[in-house]
């Protein structure tokens, strides 16, 4: 059974290096860095399908499947699954965030943020941590501390908060 689950979760993975990034033809498929700017292509271009930072990766978007220990998007809306130590986006991601210490998206999240703090402009989902933040949230907060700063019922709240 966990033999079967793994090969599954490798075919989802390598299949959303198919995606297709929002920013067309100036987008790569793949990126490989060491850390900014010792990478394949340059911190402004896109990357539509796998990126791997060893140490620090700086793009624009990534739409795709996004590893590494500090990962570092900066612009437009960014897609898919992004695994890190600590998980950067600058504007809006849509899909899962799983951060070992800190995921900060400065726009919009739309999906699921696990880490040990994550932070958000305006959540949209879930945000699952010790500590979560959303200046505002339409979803569900479950951690520690729980901080929701505009429009909402509850402010902060410990274990579960929420808003609709």
Not at 19 to 39: E, R, V
Not at 129 to 141: D, H, K, P, R, V
Request: net charge neutral; with cysteine.
């Amino acid at each position: 059974m966990l033999r079967n689950c793994i090969i599954l979760l490798i075919c989802v993975l390598l299949s959303m290096t198919l995606i297709p990034s929002q920013s067309g033809a100036d987008s790569k498929p793949i990126q490989l860095a060491l850390m900014t700017p010792i990478q394949i292509f340059s911190k402004e271009t896109a990357i539509g399908g796998f990126r791997l930072n060893l140490l620090y990766g700086k793009n624009t978007t990534v739409s795709g499947f996004d590893l590494g220990l500090v990962n570092h998007i900066t612009e437009g809306v960014s897609k898919g699954v992004q695994f890190g130590f600590l998980n950067m986006d600058m504007a809006d991601y849509s899909g899962w965030q799983l951060a070992g210490i800190v995921n900060m998206t400065g726009g919009t999240v739309t999906g699921l943020q696990m880490g040990m703090v994550n932070y958000a402009t305006h959540a949209s989902g879930v945000q699952f941590g010790f500590i979560n933040y959303a200046g505002t949230l339409s979803g569900l907060q479950i951690g520690l501390v729980n901080i929701v700063e505009k429009d909402s019922t509850f402010p902060v709240f410990p274990i579960v908060n929420w808003n609709f």
